[in-house]
């Protein structure tokens, strides 16, 4: 399990939380997608929308789907846009592994940056879990993210 959590990380900050990377060819129509590999791993990362989105993360081993997980967010504030929320969401994402009291699947507990605060809570292990990640500016909640996963077999 000490495999899939260090290749979580580091498909994570090589994928979608790092913005200077850029999407592989959408893999359905109208998707978003990121991909990493190495060794006998690939972690494939896809979702749909914007403000209100949906996506799947998965990861295979040795060409076997192994681990996924399913998210869907939310921007109750319509006056901000993508950038607005990926300006917090992002850099948390970055963070993601730093937190030891929270399993490798999104961003830390807690992260502030200027007037925004993420938070992220989350029940479980990388066996069965599943999480809410919100975003907060000035204390008004403007964003809310369900996610859920574990193992597949």
Same mark, same amino acid.
């Given at each position: 399990?000490?495999?899939?959590?260090?290749?979580?990380?580091?498909?994570?900050k090589q994928? +979608?939380?790092? /913005?200077?990377?850029e999407?592989? %060819?959408s %893999?359905?129509?109208? %998707?978003?997608?990121?991909? +990493?590999?190495?060794?006998?791993?690939?972690?494939?990362?896809?979702?749909?929308?914007?403000?209100?989105?949906?996506?799947?993360?998965?990861? +295979?081993?040795?060409? /076997?789907?192994?681990?996924?997980?399913?998210?869907?967010?939310?921007?109750f504030?319509?006056?901000?846009?993508?950038e607005?929320?990926?300006?917090?969401?992002?850099?948390?994402?970055?963070?993601?592994?730093?937190?030891?009291?929270?399993?490798?699947?999104?961003?830390?507990? /807690?992260?502030?940056n200027?007037?925004?605060?993420?938070?992220?809570?989350?029940?479980?292990?990388?066996? +069965?879990? %599943?999480?809410?990640?919100?975003?907060?500016?000035?204390?008004?909640?403007?964003y /809310?993210?369900?996610?859920?996963?574990?193992?597949?077999?």
């Open positions: 399990m000490d495999n899939i959590k260090e290749f979580l990380i580091e498909s994570k994928t +979608y939380a790092n /913005e200077k990377v999407k592989v %060819s %893999s359905r129509y109208g %998707s978003k997608d990121y991909e +990493y590999k190495k060794d006998n791993m690939i972690y494939h990362d896809t979702y749909f929308g914007g403000t209100n989105f949906i996506g799947e993360e998965v990861v +295979y081993l040795d060409n /076997e789907i192994y681990w996924a997980m399913n998210y869907y967010g939310i921007t504030d319509e006056t901000l846009g993508e607005a929320i990926d300006s917090t969401l992002r850099p948390a994402l970055m963070l993601v592994g730093e937190d030891n009291n929270v399993i490798p699947i999104r961003g830390p507990k /807690e992260f502030i200027g007037e925004y605060k993420y938070t992220f809570e989350v029940e479980g292990d990388l066996d +069965y879990f %599943s999480g809410t990640e919100i975003i907060y500016k000035n204390d008004k909640k403007i /809310e993210l369900k996610c859920n996963g574990g193992l597949i077999k």
